[in-house]
């Protein structure tokens, strides 16, 4: 790497309450790697005093600000691709590391096609774990990512893929994320675009990983949840799943989905779910951003001389590989 150390990337929205808690450890962990290091907060115009507190408390934080409010993906990508160093960790404003949580990650990194590695996830109060390596599967045309996993013995050498890097938490290579355009902004204000950019990832032909030793604690979605309506939270969630399918699946498994969800819109219809077919508006009008998404990825793959991916394969490649060891799995 050339300019080997790490860059904090923190997307903030009126995360006050919860900055002493997470900068603190945070700095510990940093400084236990023995590596440069920067920490980037970037605040999508919160209305609490987020802003200040970090003037007053943490000077040598570089401090960008939104304008506006512009959901995870627009404002993280602001750091992003600020960031000056090999290793970029994108940290939720609701994440809280271990001391040690950095050290036993650098070493996935000896391998050239690794994209990136989460650690594991545990509640804020507890050692229950909330999330760990995620498991792919398909459910008719539907990718699915409910299932979590982890080596039944965990050791210190294990290399658990993960289909996509937790976007609280993922460590990942600065160049190779430049190189994907950082987190789409289809996808925001929230949701899935961790998936979709590991996905991406995966495509290109690069590796995301799990590291079971690398722990800390989350508060689930504090931020979205002081924001947003279960409803509107729910409809943005649907329709970034659509998202999703539309940009990475190929032709022939698109007409398979397509038929698929049209089963699922007469179902919700009978059932007068009105969110699900909101989803569906919210998806349809923003048709033509789905197709640029894919001509982009289509392009990079060729400007870098690679062929993408198919996504079954993808998925179905990681889930023989997860199924022939013993893992313990649980629904997120």
Same mark, same amino acid.
């Given at each position: ?238 329709? *970034?799943?659509?998202? !999703?399918?539309?940009?990475? $699946?190929? /032709? &022939?498994? %698109?007409?398979?989905?397509? +038929? ?7 179902? *919700?219809?009978?059932? !007068?779910?009105?969110?699900? $077919?909101? /989803? &569906?508006? %919210?998806?349809?009008?923003? +048709? ?11 392009? !990079? ?32």
């Amino acid at each position: 790497m050339d300019n080997k150390g790490i860059s904090v990337v923190i997307p903030n929205f009126n995360g006050r309450e919860l900055l002493p808690e997470i900068l603190p450890p945070l700095f510990i962990a940093l400084k236990a790697t023995n590596l440069s290091y920067e920490v980037i907060v970037c605040d999508d115009c919160s209305k609490d005093d987020s802003i200040n507190y970090i003037l007053s408390n943490f000077p040598e934080i570089h401090l960008l600000k939104q304008e506006t409010n512009k959901g995870f993906s627009p404002t993280v990508n602001k750091g992003i691709f600020a960031a000056r160093y090999d290793y970029v960790f994108v940290m939720n404003n609701d994440l809280k590391v271990t001391e040690h949580y950095f050290n036993p990650l650098f070493k996935y990194f000896e391998d050239e096609k690794t994209f990136g590695v989460m650690g594991r996830i545990n509640e804020w109060d507890t050692d229950t774990i909330q999330d760990a390596a995620k498991y792919p599967y398909f459910q008719g045309a539907k990718i699915k990512t409910n299932k979590n996993y982890y080596a039944e013995t965990p050791q210190p050498n294990d290399r658990l893929y993960s289909i996509y890097l937790s976007g609280a938490n993922a460590f990942v290579d600065r160049k190779k994320i430049i190189e994907l355009m950082g987190f789409n902004e289809l996808f925001a204000p929230f949701y899935v675009e961790d998936f979709e950019l590991s996905l991406r990832a995966w495509r290109m032909g690069w590796k995301c990983y799990y590291e079971h030793h690398a722990v800390c604690y989350h508060k689930t979605s504090v931020t979205i949840k002081k924001k947003k309506s279960k409803n509107y939270i729910r409809q943005i969630y649907n329709r *970034n799943k659509f998202f !999703l399918h539309a940009i990475h $699946l190929n /032709s &022939f498994q %698109l007409a398979q989905w397509f +038929i698929q969800l049209f089963f699922e819109m007469l179902f *919700n219809i009978l059932k !007068l779910n009105i969110g699900f $077919l909101k /989803s &569906f508006y %919210l998806f349809a009008r923003e +048709i033509k951003k789905v197709s640029k998404s894919r001509k982009e990825l289509a392009m !990079l793959a060729i400007k870098n001389k690679v062929e993408l991916l198919d996504t079954k394969l993808v998925v179905q490649t990681l889930k023989n590989k997860i199924d022939s060891f013993k893992t313990i799995k649980f629904t997120a």
